[in-house]
């Protein structure tokens, strides 16, 4: 079994910084991508941001320059930090993991989201 257990999210003015961690754990062999995922009231769930194992990462437009994506493979913990937050990405943020569990096949994995509020 895996689970991925996010932090750090909250109640921040326009123009604030928050970072968001993800730690994964239980029976893990290996990690292949992790990210971050975000769903709007009334909107899809859409991506903000992605890192492979080997670190390469991918931004949504609307992030790029404000949000950047790392990870510590000994730790198994991807984080999130976002600056310069605006209203509009207001929403519940949902960490992602490829994962490959010990015994099972190679599957998704998902937070249960931790929502980020842009408010003054």
């Known amino acids: 079994q895996v689970q991925l257990v996010e932090s750090g999210g909250g109640l921040v003015q326009p123009g604030g910084s928050l970072r968001l961690s993800c730690a994964a754990s239980?029976?893990?062999?290996?990690?292949?991508?992790m990210g971050w995922y975000r769903q709007a009231p009334g909107k899809q769930r859409e991506l903000v941001a992605i890192?492979?194992?080997?670190?390469?990462?991918n931004y949504a437009d609307s992030v790029k320059g404000r949000f950047t994506i790392s990870r510590d493979n000994a730790k198994n913990t991807v984080y999130l930090q976002m600056n310069s937050l605006k209203p509009e990405d207001t929403a519940v943020y949902y960490c992602?993991?490829?994962?490959?569990?010990?015994?099972?096949?190679?599957?998704?994995?998902w937070g249960q989201g931790t929502q980020v509020t842009v408010s003054s």
């Open positions: 992602y993991a490829d994962v490959k569990p010990r015994t099972g096949k190679r599957d998704d994995y």
């Open positions: 890192i492979t194992s080997g670190s390469r990462t």
């Open positions: 239980g029976s893990i062999f290996s990690i292949y991508t």
